[in-house]
């Protein structure tokens, strides 16, 4: 009988695996048509559900080097792999599955597999996550490598009779896991050729590129059942005596260059992440390489400082200072690439690549100081500009803007240092200069922040001439007075001040926080774009200004950049807390009377944004702030239903952060989710968008990251904890449409 599956269905997934097992390895569509043979009728959307099933094999179904899909128990029932045991691994009860029990060892992910046949449990314990249980059991961590240990009941191996340098064979046996001793069957030189030829001939459809080392067995194992039968050599002496090439997890033919395909797959991200032609993201991926070099010694001569005082660090600047010169080659190398700077694309990217925590930032400052002297003059004003940010991100503003005025004095037309003043002139509430120094850089009409300068641009007044008094009464010619500094009333500029706000937290390290928040707004929609839209939710981005403290971090770093009035206006934001409000009266304009139910305080309240009508009674959630002579909402009106009002004052009373705010805030979003589907195949279509969206997350730039992509960071020691921090803060999906699910983000970066 047909039956049609919901996305991510068990049911589905455990058919697709004993088809797998009974069929062996087979395309999609072949899937497709044994799936139709035995009853099942996917429909219209037959795509969609068969992906998302396959996706859910926890581990159990995996993709070959040729597209097949495989029930890797099935398939892994007889192949034998063989492992030579070291002193270690005797002592401590533990095997190193790299790289001859690899193939296998992914299984011990699957719940079924972690104990052997005899019963005795079997784990992987991976750094850093496992360090507790490694302590435990008192194995050291130089005798651990970066991808773990498998962890055998102790006493064990010994308790087999096993010793140094005996074979022991990892296998499935009827889905079972078998772990014994086996006699060495010597070098096996013509056995073990056949088998290279057959692990090579994986590569036939693509010898560029190398796979995953278990992947080119598992299809090895798919065309040739008995390629692994009986005991061989371990794999690992196979792969050298046919001089197959391992790095890592990755297995390549002979001759593979191994640093040269790294390099070029890092420069075409690079190219595809910030839109470079193949020179520019050549250039930068030299000038990045260069500063890491650069990097390196800077790191020495702070530790050096820390250590051995500031005749330490003075001689290891100095040595910075000329290390470009150190050779002819280095020298000609960067007086070529440097102009490549001066593409705005290029020198963004280089600021992208090479900034993150403040050291970073300081050694990049330094860095571009010692480049400047040896640079073409055409490059100069790139690396003025570098030091600039560098100097910002450091939190010196004056020094970054004095970098800025020296970049705009060696070109004034070049647009990256234009739209950095131009921030400074918007801070100062200077929209005439901001927006000159926007329509010199190129800025295009439509650019965000032009319209938002524009609403504040003053013309000059009718009827004075420049070189007439000025109304204002100062005795001083109009064109020296307040020509093109005409200012708007605070209560106008207080939306001006909230924007500034907004940029600086675009800019800054808040991704974390308002990716939480933002998923604690979408938890409840079925939008497939509902993340999206919460990131620019009123409520969200508030909550993360004020909740977050992200405004009370761009009050102390540009603070001293806004005119006076803005700025006591900005200190008394900071003193104003969210609260609940009942709406008494509603007047014909923008304006309401509201009593704050908490103080008991009443305001005449100027309501602007007009996102929703408001009508007497009505009570909202909501920041009434000053601005001028009015009061105003800011970020938002949120409705609560009377029914939640004293849970909601009490969690304001508490001082929650952003994510218990707006969780609470978007509980009236459940009855709506609660709403079912209106059918199987758009909860499938939902739940596409999000995997698809996750893949394409995993190699983008991440501010909170430090600009790295999810896959950088999980491959950088330094990085990792960032990146498990940022998974920790995603909400679990729980089965909701329209969240990213933090465990397959986990699973896909190797972090599970």
């Not at 069957?185 to 001939?201: K, N, Q, S």
């Not at 073409?376 to 030091?387: D, G, H, K, M, S």
């Not at 004095?409 to 950095?420: A, D, G, K």
């Not at 439509?446 to 100062?474: A, H, I, M, Q, Y």
């Amino acid at each position: 009988m047909a039956e049609y599956f919901d996305s991510l269905d068990s049911d589905l997934t455990d058919l697709i695996a004993t088809a797998l097992a009974d069929f062996g390895p087979m395309s999609d569509d072949q899937l497709l048509a044994v799936l139709e043979e035995r009853g099942v009728a996917l429909g219209d959307d037959a795509d969609l559900l068969l992906g998302n099933a396959l996706d859910d094999g926890d581990g159990s179904l995996m993709l070959l080097a040729d597209d097949r899909w495989v029930s890797l128990p099935a398939l892994l029932d007889g192949p034998m792999f063989t492992h030579r045991l070291t002193a270690p691994e005797v002592d401590h009860d533990i095997l190193d599955p790299r790289p001859d029990l690899e193939p296998v060892a992914i299984l011990l992910e699957n719940d079924t597999y972690q104990q052997l046949v005899d019963g005795s449990p079997v784990t992987a314990a991976i750094p850093p996550y496992d360090l507790d249980v490694l302590a435990e059991r008192g194995v050291p961590l130089d005798v651990v490598g970066e991808d773990g240990v498998i962890l055998l009941p102790p006493g064990y191996l010994s308790g087999k009779g096993l010793s140094e340098g005996d074979l022991i064979t990892l296998r499935v046996a009827q889905q079972e896991l078998v772990l014994e001793g086996v006699p060495d069957p010597g070098t096996m030189p013509e056995r073990m050729a056949v088998l290279g030829d057959r692990l090579a001939a994986v590569f036939e459809a693509d010898p560029a590129d190398p796979l995953p080392l278990e992947v080119v067995v598992w299809t090895a194992c798919a065309d040739d059942p008995t390629a692994f039968g009986g005991p061989l050599p371990p794999l690992g002496e196979v792969l050298d005596s046919n001089g197959l090439v391992l790095d890592g997890d990755l297995l390549a033919l002979p001759g593979f260059d191994f640093q040269r395909w790294r390099g070029d797959t890092r420069r075409t991200a690079m190219a595809n992440r910030y839109d470079l032609d193949d020179d520019e993201a050549l250039a930068v991926q030299a000038i990045v390489a260069l500063h890491a070099q650069f990097a390196a010694v800077y790191d020495a001569a702070v530790a050096a400082h820390q250590d051995g005082g500031d005749a330490a660090l003075a001689e290891l600047v100095t040595g910075a200072q000329t290390y470009p010169e150190s050779d002819d080659a280095s020298g000609s190398t960067v007086r070529a690439i440097l102009p490549m700077l001066m593409e705005p694309a290029v020198a963004m990217a280089v600021l992208s690549e090479t900034t993150g925590a403040g050291g970073e930032a300081a050694a990049l400052g330094l860095f571009a100081e010692t480049l400047e002297p040896q640079a073409p003059r055409e490059a100069r004003p790139a690396l003025r500009w570098l030091r600039g940010e560098a100097y910002e991100q450091l939190g010196d503003l004056a020094r970054a803007e004095a970098q800025y005025l020296a970049a705009e004095s060696l070109n004034p037309e070049w647009p990256m240092t234009l739209i950095s003043l131009a921030r400074y002139a918007s801070d100062r509430s200077d929209a005439v200069q901001a927006l000159s120094l926007l329509r010199r850089a190129g800025s295009p009409p439509d650019d965000p922040f032009v319209k938002l300068l524009e609403r504040f641009e003053t013309p000059p007044r009718s009827g004075l001439g420049r070189n007439e008094p000025c109304w204002c009464g100062s005795g001083r010619k109009y064109k020296k007075c307040h020509l093109n500094n005409e200012q708007f009333p605070l209560e106008d500029r207080a939306e001006w001040l909230y924007q500034k706000a907004v940029m600086f937290l675009d800019d800054g390290g808040w991704a974390v926080t308002t990716v939480a928040t933002a998923e604690a707004r979408a938890q409840y929609s079925d939008d497939p774009y509902a993340l999206f839209e919460a990131m620019a939710d009123p409520l969200i981005v508030d909550a993360v200004l004020f909740e977050g403290g992200a405004f009370a971090e761009f009050v102390a770093a540009r603070g001293a950049l806004l005119p006076a009035d803005e700025r006591m206006l900005a200190d008394q934001w900071l003193l104003v807390e969210r609260s609940l409000y009942e709406v008494q009266e509603v007047g014909r304009d923008e304006d309401c009377t509201v009593r704050d139910l908490v103080s008991g305080d009443v305001h005449q309240v100027l309501e602007r944004s007009a996102i929703r009508p408001l009508a007497s009674g009505d009570l909202v959630c909501a920041r009434v702030a000053p601005a001028g002579a009015t009061m105003q909402f800011f970020g938002g009106l949120e409705p609560v239903a009377v029914q939640d009002r004293d849970e909601l004052i009490a969690v304001l009373d508490s001082g929650p952060d952003p994510v218990e705010l707006v969780t609470l805030l978007s509980r009236r979003f459940v009855d709506q989710a609660r709403q079912p589907a209106g059918d199987a195949g758009e909860a499938a279509a939902l739940n596409h968008f999000v995997v698809d969206y996750e893949r394409k997350w995993l190699d983008q730039r991440i501010p909170a990251l430090a600009g790295r992509t999810p896959r950088e960071a999980a491959a950088d020691p330094t990085r990792r904890g960032d990146l498990i921090r940022l998974l920790d803060s995603f909400p679990s999906d729980d089965g909701k449409p329209a969240l990213m699910n933090p465990d397959r983000l986990r699973s896909a970066l190797g972090l599970t």
